[in-house]
């Protein structure tokens, strides 16, 4: 794997099978894209694998006051917009995004602005915008309020060493262990100020996302501790949009991949290869 930074962002080539299609890895919230090991692993053998650090996380440049002002979550689509251009190691080649969380939610917001460039998006249990109808000042509320919790749990890993103990230990449990290392260090470099706004999610609601979606996506989810609500999910299944596909992970968390590893290749796997020829 060799490392660069351009525009602020630093940048993972992890390699893989030579003049093969680039798959573009977006990390969740207080993770990094030195979290993907274990993906890395099994995808480096039919696909050149990337990730990036997002700003704010990682080795990336934090957030000015000025981008915190104006939406984090904006910034980071617009650092992945410019990086499809600006990385030499994406040019000329059919480039997937696989984003998870508030990775997916960069993913989907990516694919809107830049459907020339982006051939399909796998989105793993998306942080996707908010619901029809709802108010600004209540979305405000729940970002500030999930906002305020983030920041005393990352605080918490920073100054309390069995804390940090005692999550690794519950990483391993349910995910793959070569990621552990990388995982708890991510918290460490997670910006606090951008993570007290709660701004990580699109603006733009996620029915108006997925129904101008033009490029092939598939959203996969699991069936505990996933962040789409059963009557929100049924919504995005009907959502009639011929080119968004829809998969669920039986006993997989917000994690899918970590958690049913096999589920997960097992649904995303043959959908990319059918979309990335």
């Known amino acids: 794997m060799t490392s660069t930074t351009i525009g602020g962002l630093r940048c993972h080539d992890w390699g893989g099978a030579p003049g093969a299609p680039a798959l573009l890895l977006l990390h969740g919230f207080s993770d990094s894209g030195r979290c993907w090991v274990d993906a890395v692993d099994h995808w480096t053998t039919d696909f050149h694998v990337l990730t990036v650090d997002a700003r704010g996380h990682g080795q990336s440049e934090r957030f000015t006051p000025s981008q915190l002002a104006s939406g984090p979550q904006a910034v980071m689509v617009e650092d992945i917009v410019q990086l499809l251009d600006s990385w030499p190691a994406l040019a000329g080649r059919p480039v997937a995004l696989v984003g998870h969380s508030m990775g997916g939610g960069v993913a989907c917001e990516v694919a809107l602005a830049r459907p020339d460039r982006v051939a399909a998006v796998v989105l793993e249990d998306p942080a996707l915008g908010p619901s029809d109808g709802t108010t600004a000042g209540h979305e405000g509320a729940v970002r500030r309020e999930w906002g305020d919790a983030q920041v005393a749990q ?11 103990t005692a999550e690794v230990a519950q990483f391993v449990r349910t995910s793959p262990a070569v990621e552990a290392h990388e995982w708890l260090a991510a918290k460490h470099q997670t910006d606090l100020d951008m993570t007290a706004g709660g701004r990580i999610r699109p603006e733009r609601p996620w029915r108006q996302a997925v129904a101008e979606l033009t490029v092939p996506t ?17 919504a995005l299944q009907a959502c009639g949009n011929p080119v968004v596909e829809t998969a669920v992970v039986d006993g997989a968390d917000h994690c899918v991949r970590r958690t049913r590893p096999e589920g997960f290749y097992a649904v995303v796997d043959p959908w990319l290869h059918r979309h990335l020829r």
């Open 154 to 164: 990352l605080t918490r890993y920073a100054v309390d060493p069995a804390f940090a």
């Open 218 to 234: 598939l959203v996969v989810s699991g069936t505990r501790e996933v962040i789409w609500e059963p009557q929100e999910w049924a």
